[in-house]
């Protein structure tokens, strides 16, 4: 008889003892296990609703109230955050950093206790004011020219803290104020997080209530019987059987393939891409290599035009926003992989927060050419274009001007009319999301449109005189795009294209197929991209 069905279960016997032995002895519980890698682990105290008890209902009422304003259908969390690892954790190993939701209600407030380790760069702004206020000296003020603060996100549904150091054993609890009415079908407090080093799952682990931990022996001790019930079964049952090795599959595949086209898309693809490098470290996937800025049209056309080069067919991807025309691109593919929302920004000193599709239309055709004309500051309008084969041009011409379209380009500096005097507008054209949003950045009067993840995130680092404005009352945001008829308009579906369907086993394949993987759908998430399988705006 072959030995291996019955060494199987006889080693799971083995384990499941093991595992009962040490719940026993408490080795195996959160926190007690020494751990030679990077994780940090969240625990929720409390998550209590504020308010009316409904017996005093009629007789008397709470306002919960904030700031002078009141906080309607208020609860209050507590989570306590520590770094429960063998390693610290410096600022550089954040990958992606602690994010938190609250099954769809808003982030009112956050208030950091507990921090004896944490710089204090980690206080929320209101902490920082106040902490400064009640101290004098140069010195006090100077030690907070490095602070960072926890950002709430622009629809108020999460919390995301800054890159911070923690110490082995260091501890943060933020007590969090929340409004909105609790959304049953979604988890209460969800937390996600992406560190260099860490253990499976990303460093981040939800810590396990103490009433869980007690069935941990009776969970092991479960399994160990189970497994030698299996044992003596397969002992008895179990006949001779062919020793030929089946033939095994790995979604592991060795070699390098080439990802060009949408700038807007690319850090999404990137970040994906960086996954499954860790972990299929032969599959190397580059993209927009050297700086490659082309965009979405521009890289489908030169697919398109690889003829008979099977190994550029073989090895190039293109990621578009929205779909290209398959009458001009019929050799391609098209796989739709998730929606993306864009923004349009302006310079901060334009004064302008809002402006209606209306408006935009006004200022591309040449109707509005100062600000002073739309409530805002006595600025001349500058317009940052994306250039033709841009697929967000592609997008802002098609959702946002309509029947309009933008007019030459009259700038090389992007201030006058160099190349058109006779112009209507000052209107110039970058190549990339990154050109676009340093020239919008660096010219007061400057307005012009990107992927809002992109502007967003590095707004207070590599953008901070950029503003992202409402579109007809609308924020750019997945709460905002899922409202119905006549919410936010200003959106794309990215397309990955191959010519022809890619070979199958070919690391071409198994990176399209990836990018439907779990793993991958909480990447693109965390980048504030909607996977396709989360919406029905792709179909």
Not at 67 to 72: E, L, M, N, S, T
């Given at each position: 008889?072959?030995?291996?069905?019955?060494?199987?279960?006889?080693?799971?016997?083995?384990?499941?003892?093991?595992?009962?032995?040490?719940?026993?002895?408490?080795?195996?519980?959160?926190?007690?296990?020494?751990?030679?890698?990077?994780?940090?682990?969240?625990?929720?105290?409390?998550?209590?609703?504020?308010?009316?008890?409904?017996?005093?209902?009629?007789?008397?009422?709470?306002?919960?109230?904030?700031?002078?304003?009141?906080?309607?259908?208020?609860?209050?969390?507590?989570?306590?955050?520590?770094?429960?690892?063998?390693?610290?954790?410096?600022?550089?190993?954040?990958?992606?950093?602690?994010?938190?939701?609250?099954?769809?209600?808003?982030?009112?407030?956050?208030?950091?206790?507990?921090?004896?380790?944490?710089?204090?760069?980690?206080?929320?702004?209101?902490?920082?004011?106040?902490?400064?206020?009640?101290?004098?000296?140069?010195?006090?003020?100077?030690?907070?020219?490095?602070?960072?603060?926890?950002?709430?996100?622009?629809?108020?549904?999460?919390?995301?803290?800054?890159?911070?150091?923690?110490?082995?054993?260091?501890?943060?609890?933020?007590?969090?104020?929340?409004?909105?009415?609790?959304?049953?079908?979604?988890?209460?407090?969800?937390?996600?997080?992406?560190?260099?080093?860490?253990?499976?799952?990303?460093?981040?682990?939800?810590?396990?209530?103490?009433?869980?931990?007690g069935f941990y022996a009776f969970g092991w001790t479960g399994f160990a019987l189970i497994s030698l019930v299996a044992a003596i079964l397969v002992t008895f049952i179990v006949r001779?059987?062919?020793?030929?090795?089946?033939?095994?599959?790995?979604?592991?595949?060795?070699?390098?393939?080439?990802?060009?086209?949408?700038?807007?898309?690319?850090?999404?693809?990137?970040?994906?891409?960086?996954?499954?490098?860790?972990?299929?470290?032969?599959?190397?996937?580059?993209?927009?290599?050297?700086?490659?800025?082309?965009?979405?049209?521009?890289?489908?056309?030169?697919?398109e035009d690889s003829g008979s080069s099977a190994a550029i067919r073989a090895t190039h991807l293109v990621i578009s926003d929205g779909a290209v025309p398959a009458a001009e691109y019929?050799?391609?593919?098209?796989?739709?992989?998730?929606?993306?929302?864009?923004?349009?920004?302006?310079?901060?000193?334009?004064?302008?927060?809002?402006?209606?599709?209306?408006?935009?239309?006004?200022?591309?055709?040449?109707?509005?050419?100062?600000?002073?004309?739309?409530?805002?500051?006595?600025?001349?309008?500058?317009?940052?274009?994306?250039?033709?084969?841009?697929?967000?041009?592609?997008?802002?011409?098609?959702?946002?001007?309509?029947?309009?379209?933008?007019?030459?380009?009259?700038?090389?500096?992007?201030?006058?009319?160099?190349?058109?005097?006779?112009?209507?507008?000052?209107?110039?054209?970058?190549?990339?999301?990154?050109?676009?949003?340093?020239?919008?950045?660096?010219?007061?009067?400057?307005?012009?449109?990107?992927?809002?993840?992109?502007?967003?995130?590095?707004?207070?680092?590599?953008?901070?005189?950029?503003?992202?404005?409402?579109?007809?009352?609308?924020?750019?945001?997945?709460?905002?795009?899922?409202?119905?008829?006549?919410?936010?308009?200003?959106?794309?579906?990215?397309?990955?294209?191959?010519?022809?369907?890619?070979?199958?086993?070919?690391?071409?394949?198994?990176?399209?197929?990836?990018?439907?993987?779990?793993?991958?759908?909480?990447?693109?998430?965390?980048?504030?991209?909607?996977?396709?399988?989360?919406?029905?705006?792709?179909?």
């Amino acid at each position: 008889m072959h030995l291996l069905p019955v060494l199987i279960p006889l080693i799971a016997t083995f384990i499941g003892m093991t595992g009962a032995l040490f719940s026993v002895l408490g080795v195996l519980r959160p926190g007690r296990m020494p751990r030679p890698r990077r994780m940090v682990h969240y625990r929720v105290h409390y998550d209590d609703t504020l308010g009316t008890r409904p017996d005093i209902k009629g007789v008397a009422e709470l306002v919960v109230r904030r700031k002078g304003h009141d906080v309607p259908d208020a609860s209050l969390a507590m989570i306590r955050i520590s770094n429960e690892g063998g390693l610290d954790i410096a600022r550089d190993d954040w990958v992606i950093p602690i994010s938190f939701t609250f099954d769809g209600r808003d982030v009112v407030g956050v208030e950091v206790s507990d921090a004896g380790h944490v710089p204090r760069g980690l206080l929320t702004g209101d902490q920082e004011r106040e902490w400064l206020e009640s101290r004098a000296g140069g010195a006090v003020l100077r030690a907070t020219v490095d602070s960072q603060t926890i950002q709430i996100s622009k629809g108020k549904k999460s919390l995301e803290l800054p890159r911070i150091e923690l110490r082995r054993k260091d501890r943060i609890r933020l007590l969090v104020l929340l409004s909105g009415p609790r959304d049953r079908l979604r988890p209460g407090v969800e937390g996600g997080a992406l560190i260099k080093g860490a253990v499976r799952g990303g460093g981040l682990v939800r810590e396990d209530t103490p009433r869980r931990t007690g069935f941990y022996a009776f969970g092991w001790t479960g399994f160990a019987l189970i497994s030698l019930v299996a044992a003596i079964l397969v002992t008895f049952i179990v006949r001779p059987f062919s020793t030929t090795a089946a033939a095994t599959t790995t979604r592991c595949t060795p070699g390098t393939i080439v990802v060009a086209g949408s700038t807007a898309f690319a850090p999404s693809v990137m970040g994906v891409a960086q996954r499954l490098r860790q972990e299929c470290p032969s599959s190397v996937v580059q993209v927009n290599p050297a700086g490659s800025a082309i965009g979405s049209l521009g890289a489908a056309s030169d697919l398109e035009d690889s003829g008979s080069s099977a190994a550029i067919r073989a090895t190039h991807l293109v990621i578009s926003d929205g779909a290209v025309p398959a009458a001009e691109y019929p050799g391609l593919a098209g796989h739709p992989v998730a929606i993306v929302i864009f923004a349009v920004v302006v310079n901060r000193a334009t004064g302008i927060t809002s402006l209606t599709e209306p408006q935009l239309v006004g200022i591309w055709t040449g109707k509005y050419t100062n600000w002073r004309q739309l409530g805002g500051s006595n600025r001349p309008i500058d317009i940052i274009s994306r250039t033709t084969d841009s697929g967000t041009r592609a997008t802002f011409d098609h959702k946002i001007l309509g029947m309009a379209t933008e007019p030459p380009q009259s700038s090389q500096s992007c201030t006058s009319r160099d190349l058109i005097p006779d112009s209507p507008v000052i209107r110039c054209e970058k190549s990339s999301t990154d050109q676009l949003l340093k020239a919008v950045n660096a010219i007061p009067g400057a307005i012009g449109y990107a992927e809002m993840h992109v502007a967003e995130q590095d707004q207070a680092g590599k953008y901070p005189d950029i503003d992202v404005v409402q579109l007809g009352g609308h924020e750019p945001s997945q709460e905002e795009l899922n409202a119905g008829p006549g919410s936010y308009p200003f959106w794309a579906v990215e397309y990955m294209y191959t010519d022809g369907q890619p070979a199958p086993g070919s690391l071409l394949s198994a990176f399209v197929g990836y990018m439907f993987s779990d793993t991958a759908k909480s990447i693109l998430q965390s980048y504030s991209v909607i996977p396709c399988s989360f919406t029905s705006f792709c179909r």
